[in-house]
């Protein structure tokens, strides 16, 4: 079929001004948006909370919880990425349990909304204390695991005809760690893809990004003038995970946080989001340009998502 010059020109003014919308994120321009498309579901995203019982946390945690609740048109639930408690990795017991005793008050106090969590790598216990409580039952990421009430350090739900992946992207490297599988999880990864209809569109969440921008500015990243990207800011095993990505074509979106910026990417027709922090610069105000803020994405039957990012009054007058 033959397209005019003119018409050609009004679809892609049309595909242009759909994406400068301020704070919407669809695709590219090859992504096909159904006209008869019906939302299926609003969620929160909420990542790198670093809550902590001092300081601005409290106050600036419990706006934000309550911004969302009193929403006109209010998320179903809350994904919550990872990094959800200042810090366990350097920390003794002792501040790890208050950190923890303090999260799970928060949220029976201030939040009515379900909640999806998985941990990030301020949430793993010791790993940082060369070996300190290595004998401890709870070193590592079963404290975190126990405290989130997740079934495991990785799991899966289906939510109104999408299917949610939760990733586990903290791997064990020395006294510190790399984004990445371990080899278990990615064979349940794959099996997850397998076995999940087509049809089904797929969000996949991981803490620590699998593809982002973002992470080249985060520090001075150039060395002898070429670019320096440490495995510990972005997933190492990304090329992979691309490809395995490419031949589930129902793999829609993955979300992240922990660099504390954020940014939107599409590559080969998934969209990765990484959705700044919910504690901007830790409870400082912001991180680089970025305010504290938390993430609305409203997700559709067609696989597509509309996001935006939402500053809030985080500390008190």
Not at 38 to 64: C, I, N
Not at 190 to 211: A, G, R
Not at 240 to 252: I, R
Not at 278 to 298: K, L, M, S, T
Request: hydrophobic share 35%; aromatic share 12%.
């Amino acid at each position: 079929m033959k397209t005019s010059r003119k018409g050609f020109l009004r679809s892609a003014l049309a595909a242009g001004a759909l994406s400068m919308v301020p704070g919407k994120f669809i695709g590219a321009t090859n992504t096909i948006v159904s006209p008869t498309r019906k939302r299926s579901m609003r969620l929160a995203h909420f990542t790198d909370v670093h809550l902590q019982p001092e300081g601005a946390a409290p106050y600036g945690f419990k706006t934000a919880l309550h911004e969302v609740q009193n929403m006109d048109d209010k998320p179903e639930a809350i994904i919550f990425s990872g990094d959800n408690i200042m810090d366990s990795f350097s920390h003794s017991r002792e501040r790890t349990k208050t950190q923890w005793d303090f999260w799970n008050k928060m949220l029976k106090d201030e939040c009515s909304l379900p909640i999806h969590p998985l941990l990030g790598n301020h949430d793993v216990f010791g790993w940082g204390l060369l070996g300190k409580y290595k004998k401890d039952d709870h070193y590592g990421k079963q404290w975190a695991v126990e405290e989130l009430k997740i079934p495991k350090r990785y799991y899966s739900y289906d939510l109104n005809g999408w299917h949610f992946i939760m990733l586990d992207s903290t791997f064990k490297h020395g006294s510190g760690y790399k984004g990445k599988l371990d080899d278990e999880q990615k064979d349940w990864l794959k099996e997850e893809l397998k076995k999940t209809p087509e049809s089904t569109p797929i969000c996949i969440v991981s803490h620590i990004p699998i593809y982002a921008m973002c992470v080249f500015m985060d520090g001075k990243r150039i060395k002898n003038d070429n670019w320096n990207v440490p495995g510990g800011l972005m997933h190492v095993e990304a090329l992979e995970l691309k490809d395995l990505f490419h031949q589930h074509k129902n793999v829609k979106l993955c979300l992240s946080g922990h660099i504390h910026l954020q940014d939107a990417v599409e590559y080969l027709g998934v969209k990765y989001l990484c959705n700044g922090a919910v504690c901007g610069g830790w409870w400082g105000g912001n991180n680089q340009e970025f305010a504290p803020a938390y993430a609305i994405i409203d997700f559709y039957d067609d696989g597509t998502i509309e996001y935006y990012m939402k500053e809030y009054k985080w500390k008190e007058a």
